[in-house]
T-cell receptor, first 117, second 113 residues
């Protein structure tokens, strides 16, 4: 079974509007972390936001917020006031067993976001 | 502070050739990882290391070797390149700790003919 599922291969949004990128995950661990990364056309991976499974508040970083619904196992990324520079591939990732030695990430297949002028 | 660096940026190999992808970080991070990125599949973990002298396999380790003789360096070796290893390779590092994020290098594009 897929551990991280991103069901939107591509999304379009008008400049200055908000957009939600979906991510659902599958884990039996109680302690885990969820990440979002941005990959522009230049190829580098840029960390955006982190949500821990025990965090009570939804994470926010500037225009990025994470809509964390633990019971539904979803961790959607919300980008407010989209900018042309937000056009990129976005990856959701999960780290299980945060307190253990396995600190590696499992990635979803990504969502290609295009911001329209 | 250069962060995570990778060399080369781009490489073309013939089937059966061997090569080493270099990765270095100057942040004194304990953890280092290698991922490969194929179209439509996100990133998949090849090998990782939790400290100098300690390495372990990830999801797709076959055809690759790693070693970690220093904290800074984590080279990835392709023993006998195959066309299926055509991919973009990312190295990443992070500190220990529950919420630490991974920092990625710029990637190496590998084409195996």
């Amino acid at each position: 079974a897929q551990k991280i599922t991103q069901t939107q291969p591509g999304m379009f949004v008008q400049e200055k509007e908000a957009v939600t990128l979906d991510c659902t995950y599958d884990t039996s661990d109680q302690s885990y972390g969820l990440f979002w990364y941005k990959q522009p056309s230049s190829g580098e991976m840029i960390f955006l936001i982190y949500q821990g499974s025990y965090d009570e508040q939804n994470a926010t970083e500037g225009r990025y917020s994470l809509n964390f619904q633990k019971a539904r196992k979803s961790a959607n990324l919300v980008i407010s006031a989209s900018q042309l520079g937000d056009s990129a591939m976005y990856f959701c990732a999960m780290r299980e067993r945060d307190s253990g030695s396995a600190r590696q990430l499992t990635f979803g297949s990504g969502t290609q976001l295009t911001v329209l002028p | 502070n250069a962060g995570v660096t990778q060399t080369p940026k781009f490489q073309v190999l013939k089937t059966g050739q061997s090569m080493t992808l270099q990765c270095a970080q100057d942040m004194n991070h304990e953890y280092m990882s290698w991922y490969r990125q194929d179209p439509g599949m996100g990133l998949r973990l090849i090998h990782y290391s939790v400290g100098a002298g300690i390495t372990d396999q990830g999801e797709v380790p076959n055809g690759y070797n790693v070693s970690r003789s220093t904290t800074e360096d984590f080279p990835l070796r392709l023993l006998s390149a195959a066309p299926s290893q055509t991919s973009v390779y990312f190295c990443a590092s992070q500190r220990g700790g529950r919420v630490e994020t991974q920092y990625f290098g710029p990637g190496t594009r590998l084409l195996v003919l």
